[in-house]
């Protein structure tokens, strides 16, 4: 069987097509294609899973700007036309789009084509391309159950958010060798999404020295924000800087969230399911998205997680340290985390993938 996969420009995207891709190459005879744009961080993605690219034009098609507007619209009928071409050429039995503007001209395109197509929605609300994409969809994932409210009731299954496999496999002891940390200290994993968080890498950068007297820390800091972070841990004692691993990007993010005991982080559709799968307690700083709002208040509203508003981050280090004083706090909101996940979701969404294609 082959298979068409597409979504990207963000983690929350792009990781539960890889977890799906998993499952689906568990059977030998089984092709996988992903469609992306050509810079997307989707396209490095694939290339490290080995699975064959197909470019795809696509831009942002909301906005506050006319011109980019405009040229969201009409790269949503170039790439829906250039899509078209692609899925002649593969012919994939099915498609599975995860949402994020990259996967707007393909889905489209998958339906024109009449290509089985199961959308994935990753956030609690839908955002435009998977309100887009569901009219043309023949089947509608979502992670948890408020998301029906936003979605076609008789097109929508409610799986949990796909993991990679390493989310079932980490372990506590393997993570903590892998990120070089000192055994029986508290650790902390901070983490602003595959783009980073440079309002939450200031307020963490200004809280160093009090946050590592008390514990060790994994900063996974974006990128674009590591080389400055660097600097300024350089400057820290040196028992210090032993407490202080930064990474500007991990590939095993459940290695790192196996080793830690309370989280800070975005509220990326990511969130949704990594953090459960792992049971790890989370500090939740929502970005300027509504998506980010609703993800980090469901979880927060089933004492998973607590919600920390943007114009309330200097007050972060003292949460913090409340938290990792309070162990029964944490433990309930382990608990509270833990029941939430559904860590067969990769599996139970390959299988709808295949059923479609045979």
């Known amino acids: 069987m082959k298979f068409g996969l597409t979504g990207g420009g963000t983690g929350g995207h792009t990781y539960p097509v890889i977890a799906v891709a998993e499952q689906l190459r568990e059977r030998v005879d089984t092709e996988l294609i992903y469609y992306g744009t050509e810079h997307g961080p989707e396209r490095a993605v694939a290339a490290e899973h080995d699975i064959e690219y197909r470019v795809v034009p696509a831009s942002q098609v909301r906005g506050r700007s006319p011109v980019r ?13 250039i899509a078209k071409k692609r899925l002649a050429e593969d012919q994939p039995d099915a498609v599975f789009a995860t949402g994020g503007y990259a996967s707007a001209p393909v889905g489209r395109a998958a339906r024109a084509k009449k290509i089985p197509l199961v959308v994935f929605l990753p956030d609690v609300r839908p955002g435009w391309a998977v309100r887009l994409l569901q009219r043309y969809a023949t089947t509608v994932t979502c992670a948890v159950e408020g998301s029906q409210e936003y979605l076609r009731e008789s097109k929508t299954v409610v799986t949990g958010y796909p993991v990679r496999r390493q989310f079932i496999e980490a372990t506590r002891e393997v993570g903590a060798r892998r990120f070089g940390l000192a055994p029986g200290v508290q650790t902390l994993l901070i983490a602003g999404g595959s783009q980073g968080a440079h309002q939450i890498n200031i307020v963490v950068k200004d809280a160093l020295p009090r946050l590592l007297e008390r514990m060790q820390i994994i900063h996974i800091t974006g990128r674009d924000e590591y080389a400055w972070l660097e600097r300024e841990r ?4 040196v028992w210090q800087q032993e407490r202080y691993r930064l990474h500007a990007y991990t590939e095993e993010m459940a290695y790192a969230m196996a080793a830690s005991d309370l989280a800070v982080m975005r509220a990326g559709g990511s969130t949704l399911g990594e953090l459960p799968a792992m049971g790890l307690p989370a500090i939740l700083i929502p970005g300027g998205f509504s998506d980010q709002n609703a993800n980090a208040a469901y979880l927060a509203d089933r004492g998973a997680a607590m919600t920390l508003p943007g114009e309330e981050i200097g007050g972060l280090a003292d949460l913090v340290l409340d938290l990792l004083d309070n162990g029964p706090r944490r433990a309930e909101m382990a608990q509270a985390m833990r029941a939430l996940g559904k860590t067969d979701a990769a599996s139970v969404i390959a299988g ?3 059923g479609l294609a045979s």
């Open 69 to 81: 507007v405009t040229r969201g619209v009409w790269n949503l009928w170039r790439g829906t036309r």
């Open 352 to 354: 709808i993938l295949r």
């Open 234 to 237: 350089s400057q820290l004692p």
